[in-house]
């Protein structure tokens, strides 16, 4: 008894600390959510402060920043056209705003081909089988191209979980921007406090509105600061808004009336989304409840007739 009493008192105690743990677990990481967006915004208001205090003559004996030596790397590496920018621009839809990240993508689209093609050459030679050339050579330029395309698809799907991200929680960032503006609070402080409230839900659209409001607030250029915006989310919302803020300084006409369509249509878009995933969830369910679903239903109405019928069988 005292040990079953003792065992009960252990799992008693197990249950309530994880309870306790799943219910502060969510308040912790949205604090965690919170600073490492603060972080994030401070690092780019101190790198836009030292960027404005740096005289516009610097001798070649001065230390350069990372960001200047990647704009001369990236000078010189011109692959027909403006790759090396469509490179940087991926890296930041993909939420990798280091400076030397373009150069560390360069590198492994040119050492991973070789590391995959190694890894099939030893394959090769491991096989007892005697493989024809033709066989052999599929395989290592398989190898080779799955190494060079690796990079690249990594960073696209990178690149749209934080879009869909994005275009999930912006509708309701630009209704909290509307009423802001509505109130008669600037555009800088509506981006940096609307940045604040939604860190909690959506840190990637934290992140990206953060840097947005201290851009703009740093530079003189808005419309610099809306495109910039535009081309690091790279999504079509993102590009909608920077384009509808633009016209609207451009031509006098009213914010709040732009953010207000601007909401509804990006409101419209996630909802179309929604019913075509709806739409498209049917044909994708028929393949498991064919391979899953149907032999248990099978099992469960015929089981029991076949128990019956086995056990007739041998009673006779």
Do not use: W
Request: aromatic share 6%; charged share 20%; with cysteine.
């Amino acid at each position: 008894m005292l040990e079953n009493e003792m065992l009960i008192t252990i799992i008693s105690a197990l249950v309530a600390a994880i309870s306790f743990a799943a219910f502060a677990l969510p308040f912790l990481n949205k604090e965690e959510k919170k600073e490492r967006y603060r972080s994030v915004i401070e690092k780019r208001r101190k790198a836009l402060f030292e960027a404005s205090k740096e005289p516009k003559i610097i001798k070649k004996s001065d230390n350069v920043s990372g960001a200047e030596s990647m704009a001369g790397f990236f000078k010189v590496q011109k692959f027909g056209g403006d790759m090396a920018e469509r490179i940087r621009d991926k890296m930041l839809q993909a939420g990798m705003r280091s400076p030397t990240a373009p150069l560390k993508f360069m590198i492994a689209q040119a050492v991973l081909p070789l590391v995959f093609c190694g890894i099939a050459m030893l394959f090769i030679s491991g096989v007892e089988k005697e493989m024809s050339n033709s066989m052999v050579l599929l395989i290592l330029f398989g190898a080779i191209l799955v190494g060079y395309k690796l990079p690249d698809i990594l960073v696209k799907n990178q690149a749209m979980k934080r879009q869909q991200e994005i275009n999930l929680s912006f509708p309701d960032s630009l209704d909290m921007m509307l009423i802001c503006v509505q109130g008669g609070i600037g555009l800088e402080q509506t981006v940096d406090r609307v940045a604040a409230e939604v860190a909690e839900h959506s840190e990637v659209l934290a992140e990206e509105l953060g840097i947005l409001s201290a851009e703009m607030a740093m530079l003189n250029d808005r419309r610099k600061a809306l495109q910039d915006f535009a081309r690091r989310v790279g999504s079509g919302a993102a590009k909608s808004f920077a384009t509808a803020l633009i016209q609207a300084e451009q031509y006098g006409t009213s914010v709040s009336q732009a953010l207000r369509v601007m909401s509804e249509e990006l409101r419209d878009m996630r909802m179309a989304a929604a019913e075509q995933k709806a739409a498209a969830l049917p044909p994708k369910l028929t393949v498991p409840m064919i391979v899953f679903f149907l032999p248990a239903l099978f099992i469960v109405i015929l089981g029991p007739a076949g128990i019956q019928a086995s056990a007739a069988g041998v009673g006779g």
